[in-house]
């Protein structure tokens, strides 16, 4: 079956960097586009950034496109977030998700599996 597993997760200081990854399995993962979200507590589930099949394409939310940075190694089934500059405001639970096709996508109804996400707490 469809697995995801997030790592890399932790507490940081602000100005920090960590990156996250997100182990797939039980399916053709250089076929689908890939996706990172996070939640704060009391706050909808938000888009961070996305990419596509190939990893030729991604999508970042506009408020973290110049920290964070999406990637994928096809060859070893993994998607990557590395967060650079990190924020207090930027403590979540960060989770990964698959696309339903291999475009990459923003809204989390687009996205069909998901891990069990991943905390990120950045202290001041």
């Known amino acids: 079956q469809v697995q995801l597993v997030e790592s890399g997760g932790g507490l940081v200081q602000a100005g920090g960097s960590l990156r996250l990854s997100c182990a797939a399995s039980g399916f053709a993962f250089s076929s689908y586009a890939m996706g990172w979200f996070r939640q704060a507590p009391g706050k909808e589930r938000e888009f961070v950034a996305a990419i596509n099949f190939s990893g030729r394409s991604t999508k970042s939310a506009d408020s973290m496109k110049e920290r964070f940075t999406i990637s994928r190694d096809n060859g070893k089934n993994t998607v990557y977030l590395q967060m650079n500059s990190l924020k207090p405001e930027d403590t979540a639970v960060y989770y990964c998700?698959?696309?339903?096709?291999?475009?990459?996508?923003?809204?989390?109804?687009?996205?069909?599996?998901w891990g069990q996400g991943t905390q990120v707490t950045v202290s001041s």
């Open positions: 998700a698959r696309g339903r096709g291999s475009t990459s996508t923003v809204p989390p109804t687009t996205y069909v599996y």
